[in-house]
């Protein structure tokens, strides 16, 4: 393939048919889910399909079949079936559900007002990860109009990532003859340590999400008349978290949780560390005099992806402050997000902080845990070397600077799924996340320039593969 050619057209395709369809996207509140119980019918989810499947009528390839998974309670599935002349398979992975607005957007935008400046498309869902169909379409697109021959290709689009792909197994299994077994697999739902080269994921954490409650009374009391006598609930709590992590380094403490890292990441992470220095926690927005929470990058790394982490995100019991009388609370309710190890069960995981949460607790108060989600970790299997020279290659030929790899601290649980049913495919997970991109926070943005910059390197590596070998 002509490079020039290739970030030609994919400029000129970005700009003329996936920047206006994405900002009417972005306006859509399409929740996940586990956010919007109510989502079949608020039909958020009905108008994102169809605007996907419009878009898709409107931009063919000669040949491509679209399939729509359909069913009364359960989210849909976009299948695009994009035959090839060549051996091989390549499954292309997005999605199009969101997480919930969260406060704190620019006031000259909101998380369904999208605003374009400096390059950067702000609005919720347009990087995480409303672009991916689109820009594998592009891709696939920029092959074509360069006549050059290539593998057939499966892009696979759910609607519930957000909430853990709950539905995702059953339609997989539903459409497994028609997947077929891909020997690559391209997913664009993951980070980027900075927007000036390629960034591949070597692993991705797991996750378990729930909530535990203590309860000590059957009504609120005057704290006058019962401090001193019933013990608070939110210092049970307190108590409690203790058990999970060290209050002062933030370590878990419960070592089942924890598990060997590989070598060969603590070495891609020094790389990694050698390369971006203090960048890699000065992607965060600090308030100013904050620090994080070590001056080591390559254990910031570490910390990130293969380190178990707890994190509160939610309570309930605890009135805003302006509503807060002189009352002590019969209960306290706190939502925890709990980050795994790539390697490790979650299943363990939910019993060892259930067991850690539960017995003897303090005062003898009424504990009650119960966990939503957990998805599995994942770890990439080693890069065969054709696909670890042609991502240093595509990546020398956009960026002008090599690849980098690292594990990245989210959660994607089709890959774990994957990994397990095509235990011998490739894979090439990436994505527009970098800096500041804030995805499920406040001023999420699309950083356009690197997304058109990423979709002429996945057209690359498409072509590339065509020509594997080892």
Known sequence: MDATKTEAYVSAFWDEHIVPTITDYIRIPNKSPAFDPDWEANGYMEEVLQMSLDW???????????????????????????????????????HLDKQPEMTGWDPKSGPWEPRMEDGKL??????????????????????????VAHARCVILVEFSEESGSPD?????????????TPDLVVCLDSGAGNYEQLWSTTSLR????????????????????????????????RQLMDRLEDPQTGEVR???????????????????ASEMGGAI????????????VDNDPVQLILNRTW????????????????????????????????????????????????????????????????????????NAPELAPWLAESLDTVSMTFFDRPALHMGEGGTIPFMGMLHEKFPHAQFVITGVLGPKSNAHGPNEFLHVPYAKKLTACI?????????RSG
């Open 56 to 94: 898709l009528e409107n931009h063919p390839i000669e040949g491509a079949e679209v399939h729509v998974g359909r069913k009364d309670g359960v989210t849909p599935l976009i299948v695009v079936d994009i035959p090839g002349s060549l051996p091989g398979c390549v499954l292309m992975y997005g």
């Open 206 to 237: 797991g996750m378990l999400g729930g909530t535990v409650r203590a309860e000590v009374l059957t009504e609120g009391v005057h704290s006058g008349d019962a401090s001193g006598v019933v013990p608070g609930t939110f210092r049970v709590l």
């Open 122 to 147: 702000y609005g919720r869902g347009g990087a995480d990860d409303g672009y991916a169909l689109f820009a594998s379409i592009a891709a696939i697109k920029a092959l074509k109009e360069q006549g």
């Open 254 to 272: 419960l070592q089942e949780l924890h598990v060997s890292i590989p070598e060969s990441r603590r070495a891609q992470a020094k790389r990694v």
């Open 168 to 180: 995702l197994p059953g339609w997989v299994d539903h459409f497994g003859a028609l997947i077929g």
């Open 307 to 378: 380190k178990p982490t707890v994190t509160l995100v939610g309570q309930r019991g605890v009135p805003d402050v302006a509503d807060g009388g002189n009352v002590m609370r019969p209960q306290t309710e706190l939502k925890l997000s709990f980050r795994l190890p790539p390697t490790l069960d979650p299943e363990v995981g939910k019993r060892v902080v259930t067991e850690a949460l539960t017995t003897n607790p303090p005062y003898q108060a009424k504990i009650t845990v119960d966990f939503q989600d957990a998805a599995s970790g994942w």
């Open 281 to 292: 926690a000065g992607k965060y927005p600090f308030l100013p005099g904050v620090s994080a």
């Open 459 to 467: 057209a690359h590596i498409l072509e590339r593969y065509t020509h």
